[in-house]
């Protein structure tokens, strides 16, 4: 279908784009919201506090458990009571507002409500991620964040499975809460116990005392330029990024309650702040998600769609390419899927034109209408959200426009733009690091994010605005020709797909441009029709180097010059490592890191006669009379 034949979109309520383009005269821009950023709630403990007085039945929190994998449901009221309990059980340690609650266990109902008690007893909460314990083999990661927060309660789910790296660290004056098991060894009080502490007075006073500036979390960064920085995330921060989404695509009160299925690890600031408070914000469901968008993990996920219909789904790119190709088999699946959506959001990657097709097929077949697909844009250092699409739009891998209260500065690098921020929801600095606080900002007080952008057209800046990648990791090729990272390792991956989960751009110095790219596992066993193969057989097999070639063919002759055209591209058996600083918990390739600890297949890439694994697509780059292997 093209054109006026499109069916509509299911009607979603946005703000205007009343955009503001301040135009200076050393070339830089500085775009905002001419409309002011409402009215926001003084912190993220009062929303608990409204829904437990307002719908103290309703449910706030699901989780499956047990054997038979039953939801185990928390409601509003029960929650806030539970969460009193903890807070009372904080308050009676003693400690001061330097000593964080450092949470090393994944998503959980008693990680949401402990999250929740440290606010409420002004210790900041401290999401770790759980690589660093549990898939780490030298804890180096999980030292340094342990040092850094100097923490007076750390909290584990399942104390057996963070024995190891819980003996690695210095214990003393900390105190341990396990929710299921104690690690051997290690001594440590029960969560459940904790749960039973008699509420006094102290509770209510505390949270009384909550003011904006109070560090309601320390979220780290993915370290993928070093080792992780804890970024305070100040209630304030938190509660107007709450109403910046809220301002611009309100809910009509009168729709089906929020429901939200979601998978996003809380330790990363899309699914612990976006994600999570705004469905809390909205006296929403939350149901915990323990599938994956990963080889054998997603049919959990799969199992809960057919019971949870969100009103709202988000997921990366990996994960959609895996729910449609699930969909397309199942008509039940798609039937419990559409039947309360409402509206869908992508983020991690650009969303591939085809999976987008895809979705909105199955969109059209079962509802007779398109959905919108929402992103936007922003870290950890923002609360997250600075931009968003606001606005009914086809496009995708667009970052949209600034919400209300944010400043976007634009500082012209080549042909592209370095973005920085500023607003309410950007974060005072990092914890205990004075130094790398000050080489956040600019003279003006903007947070300089790394990333560049580009119009989509620059006489309409109302059409938003293209992520072009970060403003680092742009290189030259001998040439002297500048090669842009983010932009092209976009575009590639998209034209791979759904063969290529991500990729990373080679070619420092050198004559032409390679890929090294992590395959897709689970689409390439389909694509090969070898449901249980491991990486190392697919990336060899016919149908998936075929994908790959193909694509990167069909990109080529839409990009021939020199600075983006592919000339040799590698499959690689061996998925991003954590301990090898190559991934963040969001799935954002690290591409120095990459680079550097794969250098081996760096030179097999750039090898003057490669060997028979390396995907050559230009025969200029091989010594005269070889001969491009067989398609």
Known sequence: ?????????????????????????????????????????????????????????AVWLAQRRGPDRAWDTVTYGAAKQRVDALTQALLNLGLGEDRPVMILSGNSIEHALMTQAAMQA???????????????QDFTKLKHVFNLLT?????????????????????TGVTIVHVERPAPGVDSVAYADWEKTPVTGAVAESIAAIRPQTVGKLLFTSGSTGMPKAVINTQEMMAANVAMGQQACPRDPAETRRTVLDWLPW??????????????????????????????????????????????????????????????????????????????GYGGATLPDDLYTRMQN????????????????????????ATYTYWETERVGLIGLPFAGMELKMVPVGDKYELRLRGVTVTPGYYRQPELTEKAFDEEGFYKIGDAGVFVDQNRPEEGLVFAGRVVEDFKLMTGTFVHVGSLRVAAVAAMSPAAQDAVVAGQDQDYIALLVFPNVMACRQIAGLPDAGAEELIRHPAVIA????????????????????????????????????????GYINQRATLERRNDLVQRLFARQPDADVIVLDARTLPEGAQVAAE
Not at 17 to 38: F, H, N, T, W
Not at 129 to 135: I, N, Q, T
């Open 151 to 171: 923490p007076g309660v750390i909290m584990v789910q399942d104390g057996p499975a963070f024995a190891h790296a819980l003996k690695a660290l210095d214990l």
């Open 1 to 57: 279908m093209a054109g006026s034949q499109l069916p509509p979109f299911h009607k979603l309520n946005f703000m205007p784009r009343d955009i503001e383009l301040e135009r200076r005269a050393d070339g830089s821009m500085v775009m905002r919201q001419r409309i002011p950023l409402k009215a926001y709630e003084k912190h993220i403990p009062a929303f608990l506090a409204q829904w437990a007085a307002e719908t103290p039945d």
């Open 547 to 586: 994908t790959v070639r193909d694509g990167l063919k069909a990109y080529n002759a839409d990009n021939p010059g020199s600075s983006t055209r592919v000339a040799r591209a590698l499959l690689m058996s061996e998925p991003p490592s954590v301990d090898g600083n190559e991934i963040t918990d969001k």
């Open 362 to 385: 199955l969109a059209v077949k079962y509802t007779g209408k398109r959905y919108v697909f929402s992103t936007g844009w922003g870290c950890t250092e923002t609360a997250p959200t």
């Open 122 to 136: 002004r210790l900041p909460a401290a999401p770790v991620s759980p690589g660093y314990s549990l898939m780490s």
């Open 267 to 344: 330790n990363h600031t899309m699914g612990g702040n976006s994600t999570f408070h705004s469905v809390l914000a909205d006296g929403g469901s939350f149901y915990i998600d323990d599938g994956r968008p990963l080889p054998g993990q997603f049919d959990e996920t799969i199992r809960n769609l057919r019971e949870i219909s969100p009103t709202y789904y988000g997921s990366v790119p990996a994960g959609f390419a895996a729910l449609v190709s699930a969909m397309e088999r199942d008509p039940e699946l798609c039937k419990a899927f559409f039947k309360n959506l409402r509206q869908l």
